[in-house]
């Protein structure tokens, strides 16, 4: 099993920004595709980001254009970058691993959660 760790979160106003981290125990980027996603207070988890192996992005559309996923290999860690934050993208951000070089619905590995608070 890996080990995923996350950091970076904390309170900001609204249009600032935050940097997430997501450390993980093994060398696993190059073959595992990776995700983010958040649970806001009374809300389901949802996806909020996915990378591939082969470093291909998607995101949610509430979420294009202020949030970028990237990984570095070479450290075993992932980020999300998150620019012009909203009040309503308060939530715990988790990251998560697949099995698959590619998003397959099902995390392997969940982090254990960072909360994310933007004021307004």
């Known amino acids: 099993q890996v080990q995923l760790v996350e950091s970076g979160g904390g309170l900001v106003q609204a249009g600032g920004s935050l940097r997430l981290s997501c450390a993980a125990s093994?060398?696993?980027?190059?073959?595992?595709?990776m995700g983010w996603y958040r649970q806001a207070p009374g809300k389901q988890r949802e996806l909020v980001a996915t990378?591939?192996?082969?470093?291909?992005?998607w995101y949610k559309d509430s979420i294009k254009g202020r949030f970028t996923i990237s990984k570095d290999n070479a450290r075993n860690t992932m980020y999300l970058q998150m620019n012009s934050l909203k009040p309503e993208d308060t939530a715990v951000y988790y990251c998560?691993?697949?099995?698959?070089?590619?998003?397959?619905?099902?995390?392997?590995?969940w982090g254990q959660g960072t909360q994310v608070t933007v004021s307004s």
């Open positions: 998560a691993r697949f099995l698959t070089t590619y998003y397959n619905g099902t995390p392997r590995d």
């Open positions: 093994l060398s696993i980027f190059s073959i595992n595709a």
């Open positions: 990378i591939s192996s082969a470093d291909t992005p």
